[in-house]
C-alpha cells in the first residue's frame, strides 16, 4: 500500500522514477540494509506520521537502531525504499517525500 501511495505521490507532483526493484523478487535482508545505510550521509524512516532522521557522518546510530527502523515484518528492507542522492528514505510519508524532494507545497 505504502508503494502505491508514493507512486501516486510522485506523479501528482509529475516526479519520475529511474529505477524500481521489486520488494517481492529482490529482497534485501539485515546485512545488505545496513551496508546501504551505512553508504549514505543520511537515512530517513517513515512509519505513518512518524519520522526519523539519521545523520549517519556526524552522529551514525548503531545497528540494531537501524534494523529496528530499516526491517519490515518480512524480515527485509522496508518498502518503499528511495535513494535520493546521498539519502535513503524508507517508508513512505508525504512531507518526507517533499522535503528530500525539494518539492514545495502548493
Same mark, same amino acid.
Given at each position: 500500500m505504502s508503494c502505491q501511495r508514493a507512486q501516486g505521490f510522485l506523479e501528482s507532483v509529475g516526479g519520475t522514477v529511474t529505477a524500481?526493484?521489486?520488494?517481492? #523478487?529482490?529482497?534485501? +535482508?539485515? *546485512? &545488505? *540494509?545496513l551496508k546501504l545505510a551505512r553508504k549514505m550521509a543520511k537515512v530517513v524512516a517513515a512509519r505513518g506520521k512518524k519520522v526519523i532522521?539519521?545523520?549517519? #557522518? *556526524?552522529d551514525p546510530p548503531d +545497528?540494531?537502531?537501524?534494523? +529496528?527502523?530499516?526491517?519490515?515484518?518480512?524480515?527485509?528492507l522496508r518498502a518503499p525504499a528511495a535513494i !535520493?542522492? &546521498?539519502?535513503? !528514505? !524508507?517508508?513512505?510519508?508525504? +512531507? !518526507?517525500?517533499?522535503?528530500?524532494? *525539494?518539492?514545495?507545497?502548493?
Open positions: 524500481i526493484q521489486s520488494a517481492k #523478487k529482490d529482497r534485501i +535482508d539485515p *546485512a &545488505e *540494509a532522521t539519521f545523520d549517519m #557522518k *556526524a +545497528d540494531q537502531t537501524l534494523i +529496528d527502523h530499516l526491517i519490515g515484518p518480512s524480515g527485509n !535520493v542522492g &546521498e539519502t535513503l !528514505v !524508507v517508508g513512505f510519508n508525504d +512531507d !518526507v517525500y517533499r522535503r528530500v524532494l *525539494a518539492i514545495k507545497s502548493t
